[in-house]
């Protein structure tokens, strides 16, 4: 059931695209600090949810709703694995500052592309699902990216039932792994 403050799946995943671009337009994370290593370990975190959430309920309803939806779905899917196998890479504690640089500005273009593809399906699917459907799963994505994994994955299933479920198991070891590493916290806050 919606409630009166539910935002619809589009603008949710939209309100993500624009949080995710600044994260990749700040280009103190690139630096050698524990602060922007802090701020790459954050993007990796949101990314990893941000694709959980669409590959639950975005790409289903692509599938169920737009012409040439298994296309446009199995696209993006394989578009955003492509990108958190980036993620991994980023993560890797060896990479030179040089890489680092070339690294993220890869990231930043795929994502800038991330975007633009799924702008035209944002607006194609709010021409096509009502307004009650959109808000059921903006809820949905909510909570998807609340228990959703927090690292880039090994593997990522298409089907979306069994997609849940590896990010169910996933999400509660990275969470509890995030919770004892301080991970995704502010370095000046946790001392």
Known sequence: MTTPDSQS????????????????????????????????????????RHFVAEEQYLYPEVRDRLERGDDIADTNFAADRAMEAKLKQLEDSDLTAERLGA???????????????????????????SPDRLAHLGDEVL?????????????????????????????????????????GEDPDQTG
């Open 103 to 129: 690294l993220w500005a890869d990231l930043h273009a795929a994502f800038a592309a991330h975007t633009e593809r799924q702008n035209g399906i944002f607006a194609t699917l709010e021409s096509v699902s």
């Open 9 to 48: 799946m589009t603008d949710a995943l939209r309100s993500d695209h624009r949080a995710i671009a600044t994260e990749l337009g700040d280009p103190s994370a690139t630096s050698d600090s524990e602060e922007a290593g802090a701020k790459r370990e954050q993007l990796v975190m949101n990314l990893v």
């Open 143 to 183: 909570g998807a990216e609340e228990l959703a994994p927090t690292r880039p994955r090994s593997v990522a299933p298409s089907s979306p039932r069994w997609n849940k479920v590896v990010s169910l198991v996933e999400g509660y070891v990275d969470h509890v792994r995030d919770h004892y590493e301080h991970r």
